[in-house]
């Protein structure tokens, strides 16, 4: 019998030797302190997509007050011009991506360069952002006061393109016919930068961040409001003081207004790589309290005046005094006894309030246009299991369709796409990772059946598009579906014509995604349409543990065959010494596992046990070497982050003048040399949501002492859920473990989606 986490350890099988072997000596510092994020290199802070973004899931999700750095890793998007095909099949991953996420972000941009006038609600956006944007733009005018708070109906979606006909495929275009250049900042502008941020005893390493977030006129923009450098990634607010006052002297305080304009937008940029959409105006105004701020409130209403914030009412408006009489002035009797419900109102960045608005319109639209079509009984009929039968005959009538389920439920949207494709439509499977590809690829039995979401977005992979700019697709099943955050989901939602079936699948217990948003989760909280559950169980002892953890409940499992192993340790030094020994010796021998199919899976990044410290010693075992390209060498196992929110593994094969040349499951990738330090990391050892949508063969799970802190259920849920055949848990925790799993949930999100899907109109079916 196998012990259980958190309970009196077995003894763990005689196959695995470092269970008699004494433990190593421990480092000279002792344990360390948990680190969740890191606070000691402001570059790991500021690019959670280089780290998976696992540092700010075990931090605290509540409205931001503290000092970690903050910045938005998708500042260096860069926007396309027309180019040549022939350049364009030559563009990186990253670079193909980025382009995927052209029109929306060249939206947003049309939306800032028009500030000078007053927009008009539904021209650049629609439903309630158009309106509270409109508002903004009439309180800059004079023609409204800055205190209003407000609140408008959505429209009816407006009416969409139609869906491509069936009836054969269309050659796949070109990946992109403008390829996307960076709009490197000259020489000059990032000279006038450099000049003002010596000037204000900034680094002069800000130079070019600070230009290519602020534009050519950086310098112009930071000698008139020198906090605009808090937009800069990794910048704090009491750098920024300090910037400030050297540049402007006693002309600058606490209650600037510039100030309290950038330390909002700060704290909205911040609470996003924590997940959220939109933060409390309450919490806003009360981390703007502990900044110095000595009227919050005056502070938030500038932001919002200024545009760095739009402003939302979320729940039902006070009753009106006027409109609680009649015309002889005396109240009804039931307006009397009703008590108004609270408004809650909420601060969001105009981007993201973009992006939840088009998901909701677009889902809307999705679900208004179905059509029934072809005859899906028999498809139903003939599916390998009910759960099966149950998603093909509601994917039948529905344009939208939820699905959730464990790792074993992945085989119904395959049975999907498979019977959909019998049909004669044209039906793709996308995932977030090449090998969640792969093995939804080998589950509906075609190659050409399954994409990963970012290859099908920048046109890389899948069917191409049609002559109107949407996807050639009939059906469209996103798996993974937790890892969508708004942006993402937009640009998606876009991309689907009318008519077009949408079914997102997913495991709801998992961590969700690196970016803002819980799109999943707030498509099943609003319940807007069909929702399939699966009663398909995920097989073993692993499939028990894991499925036990998803309700709350870490319960002792039969393991006869060591599938699930227990290593108690002491410390972090043991921990280390523990895990070397399972990935190098005991699970190979045991298994016939090789090394290099066994993932290690940690906590946090820092300590001295997270994956810095992990990945350190694992590469002097497995693959020792001088790390002469620039700290890699041919053969290490790395992480590659083409953008933010992607964690791609892969093998280091050579480096040249031209970068470092990665195998990524199959695909040669080359990472310009001035890359390779932010986009590559050695990936022996990951994080919980770098191997979100990942599975191996074999797992180790390292929870040492100071990992406490950032345990929570899903966190263990998504570690324990990645290996199929062996769990190995180095566990240094004691009681820790159980008590996250029984009384630590997922964290809150803040975001919008959810209260506008319940709003959007939906087809009776949806009911």
């Not at 309106?131 to 733009?137: Q, S």
């Not at 998603?391 to 049975?415: D, K, M, N, Q, Y």
Request: hydrophobic content about 45%; some cysteine; overall charge negative.
């Amino acid at each position: 019998m196998t012990a259980l986490p958190g309970e009196t350890p077995g003894t763990v099988g005689t196959d695995t030797p470092e269970a008699a072997e004494p433990p190593a000596a421990t480092d000279a510092e002792g344990p360390a302190h948990a680190e969740a994020p890191d606070a000691d290199e402001s570059a790991e802070a500021t690019e959670p997509a280089a780290d998976g973004s696992d540092d700010a899931e075990t931090s605290s999700e509540e409205p931001p007050a503290g000092d970690a750095p903050a910045g938005d890793a998708s500042t260096s998007a860069s926007t396309g011009e027309e180019g040549e095909a022939a350049a364009a099949a030559a563009l990186s991953e990253a670079q193909a991506e980025l382009a995927a996420q052209r029109e929306l972000r060249e939206k947003i941009a049309k939306r800032k360069a028009e500030k000078e006038g007053p927009v008009a609600a539904g021209t650049k956006l629609s439903g309630t952002a158009a309106d509270l944007l409109a508002a903004v733009r009439a309180v800059e005018s004079g023609e409204k006061a800055g205190a209003e708070f407000f609140d408008s109906p959505a429209p009816a979606p407006a009416p969409r393109r139609a869906a491509p006909a069936p009836a054969g495929q269309p050659p796949r275009p070109a990946p992109a016919s403008a390829a996307p250049v960076d709009r490197t900042a000259s020489p000059e502008a990032v000279d006038a930068v450099r000049a003002v941020l010596t000037e204000g005893g900034a680094p002069e390493a800000l130079a070019r961040p600070a230009t290519g977030t602020l534009g050519e006129q950086a310098a112009e923009l930071l000698r008139a409001d020198p906090w605009q450098l808090l937009a800069v990634p990794g910048v704090r607010p009491e750098q920024a003081d300090g910037f400030a006052r050297a540049l402007l002297g006693a002309a600058c305080g606490p209650d600037d207004g510039r100030r309290t304009a950038a330390l909002v937008g700060w704290l909205l940029e911040r609470a996003a790589l924590q997940g959220h959409t939109a933060l409390d105006a309450e919490a806003v105004r009360a981390a703007l309290a502990e900044r110095a701020v000595s009227d919050p409130e005056e502070a938030v209403r500038n932001a919002v005046e200024e545009g760095v914030a739009l402003v939302f009412q979320e729940g039902t408006h006070p009753t009106e005094p006027d409109a609680a009489y009649e015309e002889d002035g005396e109240a009804p009797a039931e307006t009397e006894a009703e008590a108004p419900e609270p408004v809650q109102v909420l601060l969001g960045l105009d981007r993201y309030t973009l992006a939840e608005e088009s998901i909701a319109d677009g889902l809307a639209r999705l679900m208004n246009a179905c059509e029934k079509g072809a005859d899906w009984a028999e498809a139903a009929a003939a599916a390998p299991s009910p759960s099966a039968a149950e998603l093909i005959r509601t994917a039948a009538t529905a344009g939208l369709v939820a699905h959730s389920g464990g790792e074993a439920a992945r085989a119904e949207p395959a049975a999907l796409i498979a019977a959909a494709r019998g049909l004669g439509l044209r039906a793709l499977g996308a995932t977030h990772s090449e090998d969640g590809r792969r093995r939804l690829a080998e589950a509906v039995g075609a190659p050409d059946a399954a994409v990963t979401l970012a290859g099908l977005l920048s046109n890389a992979e899948g069917p191409g598009r049609d002559e109107d700019g949407a996807l050639a697709l009939d059906l469209l099943v996103v798996l993974d579906a937790p890892q969508l955050d708004v942006e993402g989901a937009a640009v998606l939602v876009e991309a689907l014509a009318d008519g077009v079936r949408l079914v997102l699948s997913g495991d709801p217990g998992v961590l969700g995604s690196a970016g803002a948003g819980r799109v999943f989760a707030d498509v099943l909280a609003a319940r807007a349409c069909p929702q399939v559950v699966s009663r398909t169980p995920d097989p073993g002892p692993i499939g028990e543990l894991v499925s036990g953890i998803g309700i709350g409940e870490l319960t002792q499992v039969e393991a006869p065959g060591k599938e699930v192993v227990i290593v108690p340790v002491r410390d972090a030094g043991e921990a280390v010494h523990r895990t070397v020994q399972l990935v190098a010796d005991s699970v190979p021998r045991a298994f016939s596992i090789p090394a290099g199919d066994t993932q290690v899976i940690t906590v946090g990044h820092g300590g001295a046990a997270g994956t810095r410290a992990l990945n350190e010693a694992l590469k002097q075992r497995l693959n020792p070497g001088p790390g002469r390209f620039g700290g890699f060498d041919p053969g290490d196992r790395v992480i590659h982050v083409p953008a933010p929110g992607r964690a791609v593994p892969g093998v280091v094969r050579s480096a040249d003048a031209e970068g470092l040349h990665l195998d990524c499951g199959g695909v040669p990738v080359v990472v310009p040399q001035e890359r390779v330090e932010s986009a590559v990391r050695h990936g022996w050892a990951l994080s919980a949501h770098q191997a979100a949508g990942m599975r191996w063969p074999a797992a180790v799970v390292v929870l040492p002492g100071d990992a406490a802190a950032g345990l929570s259920r899903p966190w263990v849920y998504t570690a324990f859920g990645r290996g199929e055949r062996h769990l190995s848990v180095v566990h240094g925790v004691d009681q820790a473990l159980p008590h996250a799993v029984a009384q630590i949930p997922a964290q809150e999100r803040t975001t919008r989606l959810r209260p506008l899907l319940e709003a959007v109109p939906t087809p009776d079916a949806a009911s």
